[in-house]
């Protein structure tokens, strides 16, 4: 593994690109800290830097990792499947590799989902897990916006949704086009750092020219779509979690809407269920220091590895600060802003020989998403 390039200022220089051989190249982010696993899942067209506002403040409770999942951010498919089940058993032959589990498994979004999926089939690598915005069935559409219903639409539409996925994606120049999808996918625009956005803009950079961002995509936004319907499968997958669970969700999501979330509560009432007000998908990029305040609570409510995190005392100074209303659960929101870059990616594999078990598609995927 490589040392991060890291600017002036930036507090840690423990973060590491890595890349390992998981059935395939797996890249990643190593951020540090001593003690067990924190594993930290991206979502759908998500990469490692998804978790660059947080990832540092969470080594206070052990060895933070963001891996990028087969045919996401920098980690090709090389031959594996990308369905739920098939990146929920990468992710468990991640946690047997890296000899630190069970772990604390927080995931975003699809992300949210793998991790569920995970928990319920090894329970023994679950210790505790956090849901961040996690898919789930909607009884209506009340809370999506009208262009992600078109979207949603013409993504179950085989051809068609391949040309119109390309045209989203070559819309024009990464930078700009990465503004708006950050802005759409959060409760309310100017909320990312300026080097958050320039992180993402590199990574869409890099994927441009890549073959298979646009099948991937499709295929895991209808693995995740298999989960949702039939409404049996979902809760079947709920309920199997037996980890201690702690579930946020931003009231302005338009991806996965709030009455979807309190839907997901009702099944497991046993979990802790925090809304998150004016908060949009991406809690973890647009409100850092809510999410790591609700991690502390849940740490100390089910008994913390390490140390807990220091509160969030004072408001914080960045834009999201401005807004009417700012996003919360009661308690004030203080950015955490990074400031590191992801230029020299490694230059070695690092093979880890003893496999022990290869991720793979379910009979269910298979027939739901037509896979080989």
């Given at each position: 593994a490589r040392p991060l390039k890291?600017?002036?200022?930036?507090?840690?220089?423990?973060?590491?690109?890595?890349?390992i051989d998981l059935h395939g190249p797996l890249h990643g982010i190593d951020y540090g800290g001593q003690g067990g696993l924190v594993l930290l899942i991206h979502g759908l067209s998500g990469s490692a830097v998804n978790w660059c506002e947080t990832a540092d403040k969470l080594t206070a409770y052990g060895r933070v990792i963001a891996p990028e999942l087969p045919g996401f951010g920098r980690t090709p498919p090389a031959g594996r499947k990308v369905s739920m089940s098939a990146q929920a058993r990468i992710m468990a032959d991640f946690i047997e590799y890296q000899n630190r589990g069970p772990a604390l498994i927080i995931g975003n979004s699809m992300g949210a989902l793998i991790g569920m999926i995970l928990a319920g089939e090894r329970p023994d690598l679950a210790e505790r897990l956090v849901l961040i915005n996690p898919p789930a069935p909607s009884p209506s559409l009340e809370g999506l916006s009208r262009p992600w219903i078109v979207t949603m639409l013409l993504y179950m539409v085989p051809g068609i949704s391949n040309l119109f996925l390309k045209r989203l994606l070559n819309h024009g120049p990464p930078e700009p086009t990465t503004d708006r999808a950050l802005d759409q996918l959060a409760g309310a625009s100017g909320r990312m750092s300026a080097t958050t956005k320039q992180l993402h803009a590199q990574v869409a950079r890099e994927r441009h020219a890549l073959p298979w961002p646009v099948p991937v995509h499709l295929a895991a936004f209808r693995s995740v779509m298999s989960y949702m319907v039939p409404y049996s499968r979902f809760t079947?997958?709920?309920?199997r979690v037996k980890a201690p669970t702690l579930q946020?969700?931003?009231?302005?999501?338009?991806?996965?809407?709030?009455?979807?979330?309190?839907r997901l509560a009702a099944i497991r009432p046993d979990w802790s269920y925090r809304p998150l007000v004016g908060v949009g998908h991406i809690p973890m990029l647009e409100a850092p220091g809510l999410v790591l305040?609700?991690?502390?609570?849940?740490m100390e409510q089910t008994g913390e590895r390490i140390v807990p995190l220091r509160r969030s005392s004072s408001p914080g100074t960045g834009p999201i600060q401005e807004t009417i209303g700012g996003p919360g659960v009661g308690d004030p929101v203080s950015n955490h802003p990074s400031s590191f870059g992801l230029q020299n990616p490694p230059s070695r594999l690092i093979h880890f020989p003893g496999v022990v078990g290869v991720g793979g598609d379910d009979e269910e995927d298979r027939a739901s998403l037509g896979l080989e």
């Open positions: 890291l600017k002036a200022g930036y507090p840690s220089t423990r973060m590491k690109r890595f890349t079947r997958t709920v309920r946020m969700h931003g009231t302005e999501d338009r991806v996965v809407p709030i009455n979807a979330a309190e305040d609700l991690v502390a609570e849940f």
